[in-house]
């Protein structure tokens, strides 16, 4: 158990809807980052939030947005969703040491 | 702009066999991190190891040893003694660590140890 927790963890919807996925870092894990990984694919990096700022940008489309509240956990919404946007969302946290990134298990987005 | 290649797609190993993931990088860094990740058929991504690149010293990890050569901005991982749960998809990844961290990771190596 990496520590990060991801909500939730399957979650099926339809074209043109939006969701939202929930991400707790690590207990005192100030950063968070977010992945997207399609079906065999490598992790394509989105956005990190470092302390409740955005800190970089990733290929993140615009439909797209995130946030980390003043708890720390962070969301991140998805709109006009479209059947490319399946995939598996990672959220990821990393400690003051700034090396090693935590992964949670994931969220399995299906879009019908 | 940094890269991270992994040329290797697939690979598969006998078990007790040891098998070597390749993985290249490029980077203008001088200080930065390199990673190898795990991800079982579960998807949960597991780090295996990590090399600081200010050390010279190969990192080890029980099985799991890598080769760094910075000069050739290789860093490759070498599993010993192969099992069957280490059939996995293996990511390399760079992070460097002047201005804003951000991971690069390679597209990955499937992995099949068979028995």
């Known amino acids: 158990d990496s520590g990060v927790t991801q909500t939730p963890k399957h979650l099926i919807t339809a074209t043109g809807q939006r969701v939202t996925l929930r991400c707790s870092p690590r207990?005192?894990?100030?950063?968070v980052y977010w992945y997207q990984q399609s079906l065999d694919q490598g992790l394509q990096f989105l956005i990190q939030?470092?302390?409740?700022?955005?800190?970089a940008k990733g290929n993140i489309l615009e439909r797209f947005s995130a946030q980390q509240f003043p708890d720390l956990h962070s969301e991140l919404n998805l709109s006009s969703l479209e059947l490319g946007d399946s995939a598996l969302y990672f959220c990821?946290?990393?400690?003051?040491?700034?090396?090693?990134?935590?992964f949670g298990p994931g969220t399995r987005l299906t879009v019908l | 702009a940094q890269t991270v290649t992994q040329s290797q797609p697939e690979m598969s190993v006998q078990e007790a066999e040891t098998v070597t993931l390749s993985c290249t990088y490029d980077?203008?860094?001088?200080?930065?991190?390199l990673f190898w990740y795990k991800q079982p058929p579960s998807r949960q991504m597991i780090l295996v190891i990590r090399?600081?690149?200010?050390?010279?010293q190969n990192a080890t990890e029980n099985r799991f040893s890598v080769n760094f050569q910075k000069a050739a901005k290789s860093f490759s991982l070498k599993i010993s003694d192969s099992q069957l749960g280490d059939t996995a998809m293996y990511f390399c990844?760079?992070?460097?660590?002047?201005?804003?961290?951000?991971?690069?990771f390679g597209t990955g190596t499937r992995l099949k140890v068979l028995a």
């Open positions: 939030y470092y302390n409740g700022e955005e800190r």
């Open positions: 090399q600081e690149a200010y050390k010279q």
């Open positions: 207990s005192g894990d100030l950063s």
């Open positions: 990821a946290s990393q400690g003051l040491a700034g090396d090693e990134q935590f």
């Open positions: 980077t203008s860094e001088s200080n930065y991190y």
């Open positions: 990844a760079f992070m460097k660590t002047s201005g804003t961290y951000k991971y690069i």
